[in-house]
């Protein structure tokens, strides 16, 4: 059975046209971000434009021994961050443009496959821009806007069916312009990246809700949030009023807590 997968965008297809696809995709240059574990992150230019690649060489079976026995499930390819950045353009999130993607080859510890983006420019990191809170607290709308769009896009990910595994401030990017002003308003686009181990299902486990949530509260541990901004925060997150939500979601929220308190004490 044949499980092959390629898209390339314009750019690519004429360039690439009559060659080897893979041994185009393994011979790019740039700047490099992680290489190890038969995984390859890049920055790269391209007539005039620039890209990220990440390329999966297979990881061998002894790394997905490795994973297995530590109750981990390995990343075999690209495919899993091809198709949450997919999924994610389904529900009108804001995420990376793909430019490309393939794999080849059944068995899963040599499986060859790649994703191409464009690269996402002249952003910066929430969590960049909740430690400049310290020193240059925003308006209260900015504050109270931004809470919002963070619940809403945690919403829509977890009620369709799909977990991020890294959900933390550093992994949705803004505008940099915002720096200038620091002032937010609900159009300006929030881009969530790094979905390389994003699960997709019809429902997601409870444990793996708390794990996004508390992964997402821990890393604004330095972000200066009032007990109101948390509730505000839970309340858009469940789509229930307050009271309700005390009476009917307490202990997950709990459970939410502990796990980020769990990350920090780490």
């Known amino acids: 059975m044949n499980n092959d997968k390629l898209f390339l965008r314009k750019e690519f297809q004429l360039a690439w046209a009559n060659k080897s696809v893979f041994s185009q995709v393994k011979s790019i240059t740039g700047d490099v971000f992680r290489d190890k574990e038969g995984r390859r992150t890049l920055r790269f230019d391209f007539q005039n434009h620039s890209y990220f690649l990440k390329y999966h060489a297979g990881i061998g079976w002894q790394e997905v021994f490795k994973n297995l026995i530590a109750f981990r499930l390995p990343i075999f390819s690209a495919r899993n961050e091809w198709q949450a950045i997919q999924f994610l353009e389904k529900l009108g999130l804001d995420t990376m443009t793909l430019a490309a993607y393939g794999e080849k080859g059944w068995n899963p510890a040599k499986r060859q496959s790649f994703v191409i983006t464009d690269e996402l420019t002249k952003t910066m990191s929430l ?5 400049q809170w310290q020193s240059q607290p925003p308006t209260f709308q900015t504050k109270q806007t931004l809470i919002s769009k963070l619940a809403h896009i945690s919403r829509v990910m977890h009620t369709n069916g799909i977990n991020h595994r890294d959900f933390y401030l550093c992994h949705f990017l803004l505008d940099e312009s915002f720096a ?3 002032t937010y308003t609900e159009d300006m686009p929030i881009y ?8 997709i299902r019809k429902k997601i486990p409870e444990r793996w809700l ?6 997402l509260f821990f890393s604004a541990s330095r972000v200066p949030l009032t ?3 948390l509730l505000r925060f839970m309340k858009q997150y469940s789509g229930l009023p307050l009271r309700e939500l ?5 202990d997950f929220w709990k459970h939410v807590q502990q796990r980020a308190e769990t990350l920090l004490a780490e």
């Open 192 to 199: 969530l990246i790094d979905l390389h181990r994003a699960q």
């Open 180 to 182: 200038s002003h620091n």
């Open 227 to 229: 007990s109101r901004d």
């Open 210 to 215: 708390v794990k996004d949530l508390g992964s």
């Open 127 to 131: 969590e960049w821009v909740g430690e």
């Open 246 to 250: 005390l009476q009917t979601q307490s």
